[in-house]
């Protein structure tokens, strides 16, 4: 009996020694997986912030370290082509810059760097440059400074009734074309913001080499970006679909005088949608035009210029007045 419960003891011992190993491994096992896992946890954070600041590095950055070379090193020949000669008042294009009234180093920035580096274009009339801006709401002391300011350089598009807010921008645009066509007479016109470089000389150029009369539109275009419907993008009017019919950014883009015209005769008909570059697309959809994609529009929220084809002709947002300077020595340099 003694030997049976020996017996009896001794295999509840092993089966308790053998459990308890069990488990012990298990634990072990838990533990190495945990800990593997934090590692892996820890490498996805650090992933994860280095990502973060990569996406966030600064502008300069556009310089290539290796090279020293600018975003403008592979553009084509900017020798420019005749152009015709024109009346007084007419012009080949206008260019209608996007501003608001606190603005004032922004504009002083393109000033200073595309624009007045073209000035050949500018005293010849084939270029004419104004800058858009509402004047409703403006302090006295903002009026005074805004007067100022075009006694002095007299490329400012004044807006009297219309009060600057981004819910208002499409209205913005279409007044702004609305009094561009009552005051100027032009073959294209160019619609950028204060925000935006642009290799003025390649631009006219090219412009001037198409020998097609069809009405144009030319920028970056977007194709199949679903439309917004909740948040402060919402689209409550638009019923042309899930998604909107391509368009070009507004960094960017160009339309020939005629498309212009069609827009002021139509203006009390249009829609107002919340994208004003949708709206633009919108408004000459039903005529017979021209649209012309060009990669070589550059834009980037996160001001990554070093992302930009080497032959961009229009960069946007440029950060701060700095940029746009650095941006125009770059592209004296590097011309090519």
């Given at each position: 009996m003694f030997l049976r419960l020996d017996a009896c003891f001794l295999s509840f011992s092993s089966y308790w020694v053998k459990g308890l190993a069990r488990e012990t491994s298990k634990m072990v096992a838990v533990k190495f997986l945990i800990g593997r896992l934090f590692i892996v946890a820890v490498i996805f954070g650090v992933t994860l912030v280095l990502l973060y600041?990569?996406?966030r590095r600064p502008v300069g950055y556009f310089i290539y370290p290796e090279t020293s070379v600018g975003i403008f090193e592979e553009h084509p020949s900017t020798k420019l082509e005749a152009l015709p000669e024109f009346s007084p008042g007419k012009h080949f294009l206008l260019v209608l810059i996007m501003s608001r009234p606190s603005a004032n180093e922004r504009r002083n920035a393109t000033r200073h760097s595309w624009i007045n580096s073209n000035h050949h274009l500018l005293q010849s009339q084939a270029v004419l440059v104004r800058f858009s801006i509402g004047l409703k709401g403006a302090s006295k002391a903002v009026l005074s400074e805004l007067n100022e300011e075009q006694s002095m350089n007299n490329?400012?598009?004044?807006?009297?009734e219309f009060e600057?807010?981004?819910?208002?921008?499409?209205?913005?645009?279409?007044?702004s074309f609305k009094v561009i066509h009552k005051h100027y007479s032009f073959s294209y016109l160019l619609k950028c913001d204060d925000d935006s470089f642009v290799?003025?000389?390649?631009?006219?150029?090219e412009l001037n080499l198409?020998?097609?009369k069809r009405s144009y539109y030319w920028g970056k275009m977007i194709e199949g970006a679903k439309v917004f419907k909740v948040g402060k993008f919402a689209e409550t009017e638009w019923n042309l679909g899930k998604k909107y019919i391509p368009y070009a950014i507004g960094a960017g883009y160009i339309l020939s005088g005629n498309l212009i015209d069609?827009?002021?005769?139509n203006s009390d008909d249009v829609m107002l949608y919340h994208?004003?570059?949708v709206a633009v697309s919108v408004w000459i959809s039903p005529y017979n035009v021209e649209r012309q994609n060009d990669t070589r529009v550059c834009e980037n929220k996160r001001y990554m210029f070093h992302h930009c084809k080497r032959n961009a002709v229009i960069v946007h947002p440029v950060q701060s007045p700095e940029d746009m300077t650095s941006l125009q020595t770059l592209y004296r340099n590097n011309p090519s």
């Open positions: 600041l990569y996406w490329d400012l598009l004044f807006l009297d600057e807010s981004y819910s208002n921008l499409t209205l913005k645009v279409l007044k290799v003025l000389d390649i631009v006219v150029n198409r020998n097609s069609l827009i002021v005769r994208n004003e570059d």
